[in-house]
């Protein structure tokens, strides 16, 4: 499949996603400056969120919209507050995507409502991404995939049973080209928590594409991912986590996520095919192996003993497997150390 020009799959280096999330601070200045530090690592695409405090929520603090887990990196909030926090203007949409296409990325959001698709429609999405906590929103899954462009969905926290809903609707509706992304959500995420062998498993049990949306700090799980045929990585993106912001704790800094294109498609280089014997590049390596040495001055006639006959490099003479065959045979005319044996010298 492909996001725009971007082939997607196996056989393609994977698709490294930053994500700006909240990290803009509520400056449109550093929003772009976000645009242009992720189009420098080289990543691949770019994206935003879409929707406002009243889609998401409504205006209280006590009960359960009050924010109270005491190991919640927003504790003490309520979630409206939170996401006016977060949220990113609709009017800074189109200069972030223009700034993003300038530099050779692939802009894309995730709605969270019918208006915010809507709104993004007006903007020529190339694709579309439901979060985790909506992938059991049947009706936003429709409406995105009504739109016919691709469609990622991260699956944390659902059920096989769920995420068979999920993609059925998304399918019914017209999605022709969809990624799961394996996802735990919670932030940060450990290694522990990832399971990243649940990847191959959801390529096999819903016959799409799959990669990861990944939590966890630093690049080895999602390197890893890229072993199991994660053909998607995505990671939270800022400029410094010391500046702050809502997702500024578990974001890639700058010189990270260039590590993490590079070490992401190396692994899926690494990957190759099943295969034995030397490669066309290790074809003059071969000239290194143990092999058998005379390692003494023989006259004719003298048999080879293990104190004249040695296994050394290089690999110019017989193969180590015949030193019990020629252990007492005599040599048929002298023979000067360092020369590799062959089968003429014993007649």
Not at 207 to 220: A, P, R
Request: include cysteine; aromatic fraction near 8%; hydrophobic fraction near 40%.
């Amino acid at each position: 499949m492909k996001i725009k020009d971007r082939n997607i799959g196996l056989g393609h280096a994977p698709f490294v996603i930053a994500e700006m999330s909240g990290n803009h601070n509520q400056s449109l200045e550093r929003a772009l400056e976000i645009v242009e530090a992720a189009a420098r690592t080289g990543a691949h695409g770019l994206k935003i969120q879409t929707y406002t405090p009243d889609t998401m929520t409504l205006d209280i603090d006590e009960r359960e919209f009050h924010i109270s887990d005491p190991n919640s990196l927003w504790a003490g909030t309520s979630l409206y507050k939170l996401y006016g926090e977060a949220y990113t203007p609709w009017e800074w949409h189109a200069p972030i995507f223009q700034r993003a296409r300038e530099l050779g990325m692939i802009p894309f959001s995730t709605p969270f409502d019918d208006t915010a698709v809507d709104f993004l429609e007006t903007l020529d999405m190339d694709c579309y991404k439901i979060a985790s906590f909506e992938n059991t929103d049947l009706p936003l899954i429709r409406r995105v995939a009504a739109t016919g462009k691709p469609v990622i969905i991260s699956t944390g926290m659902a059920t096989v049973a769920e995420l068979d809903e999920t993609v059925r609707a998304a399918r019914e509706a017209g999605c022709r080209d969809l990624i799961l992304l394996k996802c735990t959500s919670t932030y940060p995420a450990t290694a522990a928590n990832t399971n990243i062998l649940t990847i191959p498993h959801l390529r096999e049990l819903f016959g799409c594409e799959v990669g990861l949306s990944d939590h966890t700090m630093g690049v080895g799980v999602s390197v890893a991912s890229v072993a199991l045929g994660a053909s998607v990585v995505e990671k939270h993106f800022t400029l410094s986590r010391a500046d702050g912001g809502v997702d500024s704790t578990f974001s890639m800094e700058p010189a990270e996520m260039a590590q993490l294109v590079v070490e992401t498609e190396r692994a899926w280089q690494a990957l190759g095919h099943v295969a034995y014997g030397p490669t066309a590049a290790e074809m003059k390596s071969l000239q290194f192996r143990r092999s058998l040495y005379v390692s003494q001055d023989i006259k004719a006639g003298e048999k080879l003993t293990k104190e004249n006959l040695r296994a050394i490099r290089p690999g110019l003479g017989l193969p180590t497997k015949f030193m019990d065959v020629f252990l007492g045979k005599c040599v048929t005319s002298d023979v000067p150390r360092g020369t590799p044996l062959s089968w003429d010298l014993i007649g």
